[in-house]
């Protein structure tokens, strides 16, 4: 199972992959420049260009991705739904949101979505 984690090169984000890559997952890293962040992530991490706040680009990123973790950030209240709705139509079968502490369309598209 591999694990997408948006906002990779964040604050957040490099924690995310650091402890799934301690865990022996499979973790694919989007990162608007791939070639510049190679040096930041074990060598197993698969950087894939990208941002989450444009999910109609995204379709090589979520493939073969089972699990997704979104940072939100601003901008993604207006295309959140739409990154939810296309990881789900991609395979995705688990999503985890870091947030602010108020529930938002990111947060209800997860929950509508049908996913873990």
Known sequence: MTTLVTGATG???RHVVAELVRRG???????R???ANAGRFPAEVELVPGTHNTPDKLGAALHGV???HITVTAGLA???PELVERAVAA?????TVVWGGQVGPVEEA???????
Not at 25 to 31: F, M, P, S
Not at 110 to 116: L, N, Q
């Open 11 to 13: 604050n957040t984000g």
């Open 91 to 95: 395979g995705v079968r688990r999503i």
């Open 33 to 35: 420049d791939p070639a």
């Open 78 to 80: 207006e295309v959140g």
């Open 110 to 116: 997860v929950a509508d979505s049908g996913v873990e």
């Open 66 to 68: 089972s699990r997704l």
């Open 25 to 31: 997952e499979q973790v694919r890293a989007l990162t």
